[in-house]
């Protein structure tokens, strides 16, 4: 059983920063991807990353903004926001797929294990 465990998450105002974090328990070539749900809307893409890191995947309403990199020596993943806005807040979750090359990167069905996820508020 493989678990994720995410941090980095918290309070910041519109135009900041954070930096999420993803630990991987077990080793393993797993492709990687971050997902959010804000309150009473469905969880959706956010950004995903094969194992080797060569191809890396964004949602349009965050390209330009975030940023995922990998460091396996670590078995951690990250997700860097920047320009945070409003609209960004949500809940985050990373998650595991045993598919390295991601082939259905932007589907939660590609993903076989999920974080408990982590908080992310931006206030105006």
């Known amino acids: 059983q493989v678990e994720l465990v995410e941090s980095g998450g918290g309070l910041v105002q519109a135009g900041g920063s954070l930096r999420l974090s993803c630990a991987i328990s077990?080793?393993?070539?797993?492709?990687m991807g971050w997902f959010r749900q804000a309150p009473g809307k469905e969880r959706e893409f956010v950004a995903a990353?094969?194992?080797?890191?060569?191809?890396?995947y964004y949602a349009d309403s965050v390209k330009g903004r975030f940023t995922t990199f990998r460091d396996n020596f670590k078995n951690t993943v990250f997700l860097q926001m920047n320009s945070l806005k409003p609209e960004d807040t949500a809940v985050y979750y990373c998650a595991a797929a045993k598919d390295p090359q991601l082939r259905r990167w932007v589907s939660q069905d590609a993903y076989d294990y999920w974080g408990q996820g982590t908080q992310v508020t931006v206030s105006s």
């Open positions: 990353i094969t194992w080797a890191g060569l191809d890396i």
């Open positions: 077990n080793f393993g070539t797993y492709g």
